[in-house]
């Protein structure tokens, strides 16, 4: 498979006729025929048509089919018994690995028109739909692509669904649940911050009086928490986790079901067989968290002593490299193309994308990701180059360092003034490690360099995403976002190659980039809110010491950066420093 996306000249166009990005790449497979592309046998029922159309995602003539559906069905029956049907039947295929997630938003997407379709012809009438949900992406967090596939799911199966959006206290849920009386409230986020703050909401809730249901959804849960730890914050107990938006699809139905509490009374049977509260806090204990309580714990003398020792070693085993320059560096326009053959392909198509192997050999699915897949990157790319989503930028830069107990300390070009400091956690064990050890200790007589970089993919294509998935382009909306991740990632990459080669050791990095991305060079990037370097308020520093201003990156509240498709890191180019667990 090759490393790198070639993305074809376009055609100027003229003003009688101007280049459809869209349409040329349509043009480059003309004549082309896979799997998808096989017409299946018509079904004999206007019924199992139109079920099928919203299983197959198939939108062409649907409005035709519709109209005939209308003859004999009521609107409101067709959406019930039919669309909906074949909703159903998407999810059990999605449960069972035998449709991917792009292909489940394609039949959202037909869904959805076919209910645009039949609006106009049915009477409005209150509580048509099967239940009321507030979806919300909790205070400090901007990521929502999770809660967003809950939205697209759960509003094309019949539930009415009010996506609040991100950032959200728990005032404007609260306001919310007042004005539109939910079933239930979702909250998510992405961050491990964020599943304190779901718990301080649910404290909240409950001291105001609320026990509707409340699903929880997002990466950084566990259902030992959820079902532990958050449903202890709850009054009425009345919480559930939501892996997945089918999983929250599944809640759903059984509150509209009637049977929702008893779903949660038979987690609570279940519940001898877990370990206990104790140690499902200790495995929680294995991400963030846990190097954010090891910050500040003091080292005792016998370990200060032991620390300079293993300093002394590694640093005998390099010369500190010197950088071209001191200070910060912007560069306001990183060409997409200098990005692409950095890009990883496998967290793009497999974990943003959610094309899995689904039963096929590795050699299979690479060759049906040649065939099948990135084709659409290629059209992706084309579109965002016509349209100019992608504006990635960065700024980098080489800075005077030394380490002091647990610390980073940067300094002045002179390396005597003190300019920021980094609080970094060290291995609870006998010879644990902490990223300060990589560089000379403050008493060693010399400094130190430590690289600093901030990357973003720019705040147009976060934009462009939202505006997409408002225009029910659903599919358009999980690619993009997705690539904006993923160009993101490759900035860092890129600048991260960048530092390696001016500070006179790229030419050690694997020769195969696959590899490379897998670490496969001298040194290590270590980004905030890991485990190594869990504080997130230290990009407060970083920021201010790089300008990040200038590219458009700044903070939030809770210390995130924006726009979403951004990521920052310090560089260590020690040879022994790796990622490791605290």
Same mark, same amino acid.
């Given at each position: ?12 166009? #003229? ?10 790449? @349509?043009?480059?497979?003309?004549? !082309? ?31 035709? %089919?519709? $109209? ?5 069905? &009521? ?5 019930? %018994? ?87 206290? @728990? ?6 649940? !007042? ?9 998510? +986020? ?15 809730? $409950? ?42 699809? %599944? ?109 096929? #050999? ?29 504006? &990635? ?25 003190? #300019? ?26 010399? !400094? ?7 990357? #973003? ?89 790089? +300008?990040?201003? !200038? ?32």
């Amino acid at each position: 498979m090759s490393d790198e996306v070639h993305i074809p000249k376009k055609p100027l166009g #003229t003003p009688e006729d101007p280049y459809d990005p869209l349409q040329y790449f @349509i043009s480059l497979f003309e004549g !082309r025929k896979g799997e998808a592309a096989v017409k299946k046998k018509r079904a004999d029922t206007i019924e199992e048509v139109l079920k099928d159309r919203i299983v197959d995602g198939d939108k062409k003539g649907l409005e035709e %089919d519709l $109209t005939e559906a209308m003859k004999t069905l &009521p609107p409101l029956k067709i959406i019930n %018994d039919v669309l909906l049907a074949g909703m159903k039947v998407v999810g059990e295929l999605f449960g069972a690995g035998k449709m991917q997630l792009p292909f489940v938003l394609q039949s959202a997407e037909t869904m959805k028109k076919a209910v645009a379709h039949l609006e106009p012809f049915m009477e409005k009438i209150d509580g048509q739909e099967k239940g009321k949900i507030v979806l919300a992406t909790v205070k400090g967090d901007v990521h929502d692509i999770g809660k967003n596939l809950v939205d697209i799911i759960l509003t094309n199966n019949g539930y009415k669904v009010f996506n609040l959006g991100i950032k959200q206290p @728990i005032s404007n849920i609260v306001d919310a649940i !007042r004005e539109h009386k939910p079933d239930a409230v979702g909250l998510s +986020g992405l961050l491990v911050k964020s599943t304190v703050v779901m718990r301080e909401n649910l404290t909240e809730l $409950t001291n105001l009086g609320y026990d509707l249901p409340v699903l929880l959804g997002g990466a950084a849960l566990t259902r030992a928490y959820v079902e532990e730890d958050c449903v202890e914050a709850y009054g009425s107990g009345r919480v559930a986790y939501a892996r997945d938006a089918f999983d929250g699809l %599944d809640l759903m139905n059984k509150l509209a079901d009637g049977q929702f509490d008893t779903h949660l009374e038979d987690i609570k049977k279940r519940k001898h067989n877990r370990p206990s509260n104790a140690k499902a806090k200790q495995r929680w204990s294995q991400n963030e968290v846990a190097g954010a309580e090891l910050i500040g714990k003091e080292l005792r003398p016998v370990e200060a002593e032991a620390v300079k020792l293993k300093r002394q070693e590694l640093a005998a085993q390099v010369t500190v490299p010197t950088p071209p320059f001191w200070g910060p560096r912007i560069i306001e326009n990183l060409p997409v193309k200098a990005l692409i053959p950095y890009l990883n392909e496998q967290m793009l198509f497999t974990f943003h994308w959610g094309f899995k192997k689904s039963g096929k #050999t590795l050699e299979e699915y690479w060759k049906w990701v040649e065939t099948d897949v990135k084709p659409i990157l290629k059209r992706l790319l084309i579109e965002c180059e016509a349209e100019d989503i992608l504006q &990635p930028k960065a700024a980098y830069g080489y800075f005077k360092c030394a380490s002091e107990g647990n610390d980073i300390v940067l300094f002045d070009e002179s390396g005597t003034k003190e #300019t920021g400091r980094l609080k970094l956690p060290r291995q609870d064990k006998d010879g644990g490690i902490c990223v300060a050890d990589f560089f000379r200790d403050i008493d060693a007589g010399e !400094r130190d360099v430590l690289g600093m970089q901030v990357v #973003t993919a720019g705040q147009k294509v976060a934009d462009v995403a939202r505006d997409w998935f408002a225009a029910n382009r659903y599919q358009d909306y999980l690619y993009l976002h997705g690539l904006g991740v993923e160009i993101a990632e490759a900035a860092a990459e890129y600048i991260h190659k960048r530092i390696r080669s001016e500070l006179g050791f790229g030419h050690e990095d694997d020769r195969e980039i696959k590899n490379m991305l897998k670490q496969g060079y001298r040194g290590s990037r270590y980004s905030f809110g890991y485990p190594a370097c869990p504080r997130l308020e230290d990009q407060e520093m970083l920021l201010r010491l790089l +300008g990040a201003q !200038r590219i458009g990156v700044e903070l939030s509240d809770e210390f995130q950066l924006h726009p979403e498709q951004s990521t920052s890191a310090i560089v260590v180019h020690h040879p022994q420093a790796k990622y490791f667990n605290i």
